[in-house]
């Protein structure tokens, strides 16, 4: 089955309100993440990224957590936009040593804001 | 920097007919991926290259996918022949070096009736 996937397919929050998107990983030795935004007929952007040796990272309105026990990662929109609409995909790095071949996606969660 | 620039951005044939996809990655970048995108099986890498080289083309998804890097500025992907099955959205995406974060082009959207 799927290795790196998503607890929910679709997310509908009300705008203002915060978000929180989940993503399960199965590869413990995996040791970095990273979360893109893909909105419609677009191609996916970096949101943001982080390293296994790092439980939180926190960037404009949106903050990553790792928990590496469970082996879960989430992220947090803050005061959501409607400009957040939009599909948001996790990947993990399942090769050590850098490089982007090892990444491997989700399927994506679609985030709803509603007005 | 105008990042990862793909064309065409929608293409639309009938099966049996070539098909080819082009990218120019970015600026510097000297790692260049290739991935597919469908609802059912998300996004599927295809072939990367590094320095131009293929390095791994496990994810090609039989012998009438092919793909070229001529020069550190241009790749193309092609299919020939196409099928109907191979319609989906086509990415292009690019990095430096030992950078696991990936730039992505918009996408050139296939299908083939």
């Known amino acids: 089955g799927e290795s790196v996937g998503l607890h929910l397919p679709t997310l509908s929050v009300q705008e203002g309100d915060n978000s929180i998107i989940n993503c399960a990983y199965s590869?413990?030795?995996?040791?970095?993440f990273i979360w893109y935004k893909q909105e419609s007929g677009k191609g996916p952007q970096f949101i943001i990224d982080?390293?296994?040796?790092?439980d939180k990272r926190q960037g404009q309105r949106v903050t990553v957590l790792l928990n590496k026990t469970v082996k879960h990662l989430s992220l947090q929109i803050a005061a959501t936009q409607p400009g957040d609409s939009a599909v948001y995909f996790c990947a993990e790095n399942r090769r050590s040593g850098g490089g982007a071949d090892g990444l491997t996606f989700g399927k994506g969660t679609h985030l709803i804001i509603q007005p | 920097d105008a990042g990862v620039i793909q064309s065409p951005r929608h293409e639309v044939t009938e099966m049996g007919q070539e098909v080819t996809l082009r990218c120019k990655p970015i600026s510097g970048h000297n790692s260049l991926f290739w991935y597919r995108q469908t609802m059912m099986r998300g996004l599927e890498l295809l072939i990367y290259?590094?320095?131009?080289?293929?390095?791994?083309d496990s994810g090609m998804p039989e012998d009438r996918f092919s793909a070229k890097m001529p020069n550190a500025s241009f790749s193309t992907l092609k299919i020939q022949p196409s099928e109907p099955r191979d319609s989906a959205v086509y990415f292009c995406?690019?990095?430096?070096?030992?950078?696991?974060?990936?730039?992505f082009g918009s996408g050139t959207q296939l299908s083939v009736l």
């Open positions: 590869n413990s030795a995996s040791d970095y």
């Open positions: 982080i390293r296994s040796n790092m």
């Open positions: 995406a690019s990095s430096w070096g030992s950078e696991e974060k990936l730039l």
């Open positions: 290259f590094n320095n131009n080289v293929p390095i791994d």
